[in-house]
């Protein structure tokens, strides 16, 4: 049974940093394609950043570019979100997922079959 838990959300003001973290069990990140994604209020979900398996690429949203960055500690199984520059419209609820390790990645909501329940980071101005 594949369970991803998110962690570190938390309420930071504007220009503040915030890194939040992934935990899987049940099922590798380094065989996976795995996403960030991120709710805010009264929007829909959305891609953030996200990195396939195969090719080792990393993905980032034109939003959070320069901003974001993604890792990964394959001995911990666990996947980071490092956010610098943090604006209020970063106000969201951020999950993580992963699908079954297709070879072909895909960044939309439907190619991942796994998810988190999801953290709260809230940027104040």
């Known amino acids: 049974q594949v369970q991803l838990v998110e962690s570190g959300g938390a309420a930071v003001q504007a220009g503040g940093s915030l890194r939040v973290s992934c935990a899987a069990s049940?099922?590798?990140?380094?065989?996976?394609?795995m996403g960030w994604f991120r709710r805010a209020p009264g929007k829909e979900r959305e891609f953030v950043a996200g990195?396939?398996?195969?090719?080792?690429?990393?993905e980032y949203a034109d939003s959070v570019k320069g901003r974001f960055s993604l890792s990964r500690d394959n001995a911990k199984n666990t996947v980071y979100l490092q956010m610098n520059s943090l604006n209020p419209e970063d106000t969201a609820v951020y999950y993580c997922a992963m699908d079954h390790g297709s070879p072909c990645v895909s960044w939309k909501i439907s190619s991942f079959d796994y998810w988190g329940q999801g953290t709260q980071v809230t940027v104040s101005s």
């Open positions: 049940g099922r590798a990140f380094s065989n996976t394609n």
């Open positions: 990195r396939g398996w195969y090719s080792g690429r990393l």
